[in-house]
C-alpha cells in the first residue's frame, strides 16, 4: 500500500516540481532550470508548499479519474491514466484497464496520440507493479496496441480516418526504442549518449516532439518520463533533472515520471520536504490507499 500511496504523492510532487519550467514560467531551457535548485540549497532543502508550489489539472485530473475509480462512479474525465494501471495492474485484468485508459483518454483527447499515451501510462504503472524489468516497459507497451485497434474498430464508428495518426505514434515509439538499443528481447539496459547534459536532452525532447516542444502530446510525454526512468537508475535526483526540470511541458512528464518512481521505488530515496507540505497530501494518500484496497480484492 505505501508505494500505491508514494505513487499518487510522488506524481503530484513531479507535477509541482516541473509545472511553470519548475522555477520560472519565463524559464523555457533545460540548463537553465538546472541551475535554479541550488539557489534554495537544492531538493533536499526544498519545501513544496501549496502557495508557492501549487498542484497543476495534471494532479487534479489524475485525482478525479482515480477518484471515479475508487468510488464506481465512471470512467472519470483525465487523460492521466496512470491510475487505472494501479486500479487494474494484475495480468488478467489487462482487457479491463485496456477499455478504461482508451475511454478516459478519449473524453478529453478524442485522438489516437492522446489516448494511446493514457494506455501507455497506466500500461507502464502495471508494469511497475507486477515487477518488470524497466527495459521490457516500452517493447510490451507496443505490443499491446494492436488490441487497443482491435477494441477501438468495435467501438469508434470512423476509425479509418485515425489510421494515420495511430501508425505515428507507433512509429515514434518503435523508433524511440531503436534509439535506446532496447527493441528487440535482450537483457541489454538502455544505451544513452555519452554526452547528454540539459541542453543536449532538451534537443532531444524537442526531436520526439510534434510540436518542438516536449512532453506536449500523448506519445512524447510518457516517452519523456520513460526515458527519464531509465536514466535515473534509482535516483530521485537525477529523476528530477531529466523529467522535470526541461525546457518542455515539464509538469506533465513529471507528473507520470514521479508517479511510476513511486511504484517502482516508494519514500525512502525523496526529500521529506518535498511531500510533507504538499498540496492535496492526505486526499492523495487516501486514493493511493483506496487504489490500493480495490487492486488487492480483485480475483
Not at 505513487?7 to 519550467?21: E, I
Not at 532550470?33 to 541550488?38: R, Y
Not at 523508433?175 to 532496447?182: A, D
Request: charged share 25%; proline share 3%; hydrophobic share 35%.
Amino acid at each position: 500500500m505505501e508505494k500505491f500511496q508514494a505513487a499518487m504523492l510522488l506524481g503530484a510532487v513531479g507535477d509541482a516540481l516541473g509545472h511553470g519550467h519548475a522555477f520560472g514560467e519565463d524559464s523555457a531551457s533545460g540548463p537553465k532550470v538546472q541551475k535554479e535548485p541550488g539557489k534554495v540549497g537544492g531538493l533536499d532543502h526544498l519545501v513544496l508548499s501549496p502557495e508557492r508550489w501549487p498542484v497543476s489539472d495534471n494532479t487534479i485530473m489524475h485525482m478525479a479519474t482515480a477518484g471515479a475509480l475508487v468510488t464506481g462512479s465512471g470512467f472519470g474525465a483525465a487523460t492521466k491514466a496512470m491510475c487505472v494501471g494501479m486500479r487494474y495492474w494484475q495480468p488478467g485484468r489487462l482487457e479491463t484497464l485496456l477499455e478504461v485508459s482508451v475511454e478516459c483518454g478519449r473524453m478529453t483527447h478524442n485522438h489516437p496520440t492522446g489516448f494511446l499515451g493514457s494506455l501507455c501510462t497506466a500500461l507502464f504503472a502495471s508494469y511497475a507493479i507486477q515487477g518488470k524489468r524497466l527495459e521490457q516497459w516500452g517493447r510490451d507497451m507496443l505490443r499491446t496496441v494492436p488490441l487497443a485497434e482491435e477494441y477501438c474498430k468495435r467501438t469508434i464508428r470512423h476509425l479509418a480516418e485515425y489510421q494515420e495518426h495511430w501508425f505515428y505514434f507507433e512509429a515514434k515509439w518503435q523508433f524511440y526504442l531503436e534509439e535506446r538499443k532496447i527493441s528487440e528481447d535482450t537483457e541489454n539496459e538502455a544505451s544513452f549518449p555519452d554526452r547528454y547534459s540539459a541542453e543536449e536532452r532538451d534537443k532531444t525532447y524537442r526531436k520526439w516532439s510534434s510540436e518542438g516542444r516536449g512532453g506536449r502530446r500523448g506519445h512524447d510525454a510518457p516517452m519523456i518520463a520513460y526515458d527519464a526512468l531509465l536514466g535515473a537508475k534509482g535516483s530521485w535526483t537525477e529523476l528530477c533533472h531529466r523529467a522535470m526540470f526541461h525546457g518542455g511541458e515539464s509538469g506533465a512528464t513529471g507528473a507520470i515520471a514521479g508517479c511510476l518512481f513511486g511504484l517502482l521505488h516508494g519514500l525512502d530515496a525523496v526529500p521529506a520536504g518535498l511531500y510533507r507540505e504538499l498540496e492535496l497530501k492526505e486526499q492523495l494518500r487516501r486514493l493511493g490507499e483506496e487504489l490500493y484496497r480495490l487492486s488487492a480484492e480483485e480475483k
